[in-house]
């Protein structure tokens, strides 16, 4: 199969503040994957343009690249990406993505590294396959105070035995205040020897120089972006390859698992997860992944867009305002029902999950005032 029927995913984030993970600007981090048929790049490219188009002043000068954090500023942009969301859905293109809560994905990776009953025996009650339990003692810990969770995604950066320590204290110190037993002990028992734990974080994947280009607390969201874009290309028995934009910070892990997934050997596990749910190896129908700049191809504004618009869905569910929330409830009711279909995901607390949802009232309002506005300029045509 050439090129030429290839699909073309085009992946890009919101939300990424690099080493600053915690930033309380940024509490929400989105992937978007936009699955492209062949032969629509170019129509991509043109929605990308019109938006730009649509977003001017008179006499205002034409931008290189006009990004999604600055069409969000006002009405006039939110309004722009609701419409670039509709027109892309009638390009036959498939928005895929994923949003995740951060404080949940660095809890998420604080059980995963101190839970761990091959290096913490106290944590046997916490199996490694456990997705019922441990997404729940993940969202315990998102709500342990934010300085607390800084300290771990900051020591997560680089991980010495020194530093755990006084990242175990706080913990054990807020557990013991909540009065949570076993949650408490586990702790204790980590802090009496974390060499190992340490070590075996430091080894895995090393690179020459020090800690793994593979360690990233984002990367189970992109990991999840091509997983969902793998499937569904199967599920259609065609191929495609993954474009990202360009990111310095991200990149290096971005490469090291899409390498590690493209060459190990297509498989599905089961009866590891303990609510039945497969594990899947290996990549079936994506032939390459590559790193590019909206200069050298525009069609990765159109990711931007989709990523800005689940971050900022997000970020509304989480309080903030935006001065066209009435536009980003018309998109959340465009975005969301993905999430029952299996071709988008989140990462996140049930209460976030809840939020990022918003009341179905809201929903179904808008899906009605979505419908309603394509009955009539069906009618006008």
């Not at 607390?148 to 991980?159: E, G, N, Q, R, S």
Request: net charge negative.
């Amino acid at each position: 199969m050439g090129d030429a029927e290839e699909f073309l995913v085009y992946c890009d984030e919101a939300g990424n503040t690099g080493g600053r993970y915690l930033d309380l600007d940024q509490p929400v981090f989105a992937v978007s994957g936009l699955i492209v048929p062949p032969g629509k790049r170019d129509s991509v490219v043109q929605l990308v343009e019109d938006v730009i188009t649509r977003s001017l002043q008179p006499r205002q000068p034409r931008p290189a690249e006009l990004k999604s954090k600055d069409l969000l500023k006002n009405a006039r942009g939110a309004r722009n990406l609701l419409q670039f969301l509709e027109e892309l859905y009638e390009l036959g293109v498939l928005p895929t993505y994923v949003v995740a809560d951060k404080r949940y994905s660095v809890a998420a990776k604080l059980v995963e590294t101190f839970f761990d009953p091959g290096y913490n025996p106290a944590a046997s009650w916490l199996a490694v396959g456990d997705n019922i339990e441990r997404p729940k003692v993940a969202a315990e810990f998102s709500g342990y105070p934010t300085p607390l969770l800084k300290a771990f995604a900051d020591w997560y950066l680089t991980p010495s035995d020194g530093d755990v320590l006084l990242v175990l204290d706080g913990l054990i110190t807020e557990a013991a205040r909540r009065s949570d037993p076993r949650l408490l002990e586990t702790l204790r028992q980590q802090r009496v020897d974390p060499s190992r734990m340490v070590e075996a974080e430091l080894l895995e994947g090393l690179t020459p120089g020090g800690r793994s280009i593979g360690i990233s607390i984002n990367l189970p969201s992109f990991q999840a972006v091509v997983q969902m874009a793998d499937r569904l290309l199967a599920e259609r028995g065609r191929r495609g390859r993954v474009i990202h934009d360009e990111t310095k910070t991200f990149e290096p892990a971005l490469q090291h698992w899409y390498d590690m997934m493209a060459n190990a050997p297509v498989a599905t596990v089961r009866g590891f997860m303990s609510d039945g749910s497969a594990i899947r190896f290996g990549l079936r129908t994506l032939t390459g992944f590559s790193t590019s700049t909206y200069q050298e191809d525009p069609a990765l504004g159109a990711a931007d867009y989709v990523a800005g618009l689940v971050a900022a869905i997000g970020k509304m569910g989480l309080g903030k305002s935006y001065e066209g929330a009435d536009y980003l409830i018309e998109a959340r009711a465009q975005l969301v029902p993905m999430l029952l279909s299996d071709w988008a995901a989140s990462i996140g607390s049930p209460d976030f999950n809840r939020k990022f949802f918003g009341p179905l009232e809201d929903v179904i309002a808008a899906l009605d005032r979505v419908h309603a506005r394509r009955t009539a300029a069906r009618r006008s045509q």
